[in-house]
Nanobody, 122 residues
Framework: QLVESGGGSVQAGGSLTLSCAFS????????VGWFRQAPGKNCGGVAA????????VYADSVQGRFTISQDNTKNAAYLQMNDLKPDDTAMYFC?????????????????WGQGTQVTVSS
C-alpha cells in the first residue's frame, strides 16, 4: 500500500525529496511517519504528521533540516531533506497507521513501504 521513491546519492549539504505513494488517501490513516535504518543500527523515527490536523513532529537530529508533508489530492506524503549530512545515510521507510502510540516509535505503525536508500558522502 505504500511505495517510497526519491532516494539517491548526494554530497553533504545537498538536498533530496522522498515520496511515499499510497494506494488510498493518507486520510485513511491517522498518521504518517518516516523512519530510517542505517547498517548495524536500529530503525529510528525521523518525522511524522497527523494526516487530518497536519501537526508534525521531528527527531532532534533532523529538526530544521527535514520537512514532512502530504498531498491528499495525490495520495502521497513527502520528506524534504535539506543540508544532508553523512550521518543521514540510511534506508528510509514510509509508514502509516491509525495514530495510536508514540509518533516516532516504529512499533506504532503497522503499514510500511519497502524503503528507499539515501547515501550522503562527505
Amino acid at each position: 500500500q505504500l511505495v517510497e521513491s526519491g532516494g539517491g546519492s548526494v554530497q553533504a549539504g545537498g538536498s533530496l525529496t522522498l515520496s511515499c505513494a499510497f494506494s488510498r488517501s493518507p486520510l485513511h490513516f491517522g498518521r504518517v511517519g518516516w523512519f530510517r535504518q542505517a547498517p548495524g543500527k536500529n530503525c529510528g523515527g525521523v518525522a511524522a504528521v497527523h494526516t487530518a490536523g497536519r501537526s508534525t513532529v521531528y527527531a532532534d537530529s533532523v529538526q530544521g533540516r527535514f520537512t514532512i508533508s502530504q498531498d491528499n489530492t495525490k495520495n502521497a506524503a513527502y520528506l524534504q531533506m535539506n543540508d544532508l549530512k553523512p550521518d543521514d545515510t540510511a534506508m528510509y521507510f514510509c509508514a502509516a497507521d491509525i495514530g495510536l502510540g508514540r509518533w516516532l516509535d516504529s512499533q506504532s505503525y503497522n503499514y510500511w513501504g519497502q524503503g528507499t536508500q539515501v547515501t550522503v558522502s562527505s
